[in-house]
C-alpha cells in the first residue's frame, strides 16, 4: 500500500510540473502561421474521407483540392 502512495505522489508531481511548464508555453508566430496554411487543406481533404457526412454539405472537386494544395505549398517555401 505505502509503494502504490508513493508511486501517486510522484505521478501527481511530475503533473504539476507537467502544469507549470505549459503554463509558461508561449507559441511560435512561425506554428501559427503554419497552422493557419494547413486549417484549410486538412479539412477539404476530410471531404474525400469515406462515409464522411461533409460530402454533402460541401462541393469541392479533386482538381480544386489538387490547385489548392499546390498554393499552399508554394506559400510554404516562402519560409523555408
Not at 8 to 27: G, H, I
Not at 66 to 74: P, S
Amino acid at each position: 500500500m505505502i509503494e502504490l502512495e508513493h508511486k501517486m505522489q510522484n505521478l501527481v508531481e511530475e503533473l504539476k510540473l507537467d502544469f507549470e511548464k505549459l503554463k509558461k508555453f508561449t507559441s511560435n508566430l512561425m506554428s501559427e502561421k503554419f497552422s493557419k496554411f494547413i486549417e484549410e487543406p486538412y479539412n477539404d481533404c476530410r471531404i474525400f474521407e469515406p462515409a464522411s457526412d461533409l460530402q454533402n454539405d460541401f462541393n469541392v472537386s479533386e482538381k480544386q483540392l489538387r490547385r489548392g494544395m499546390k498554393e499552399i505549398f508554394l506559400q510554404l517555401q516562402k519560409y523555408s
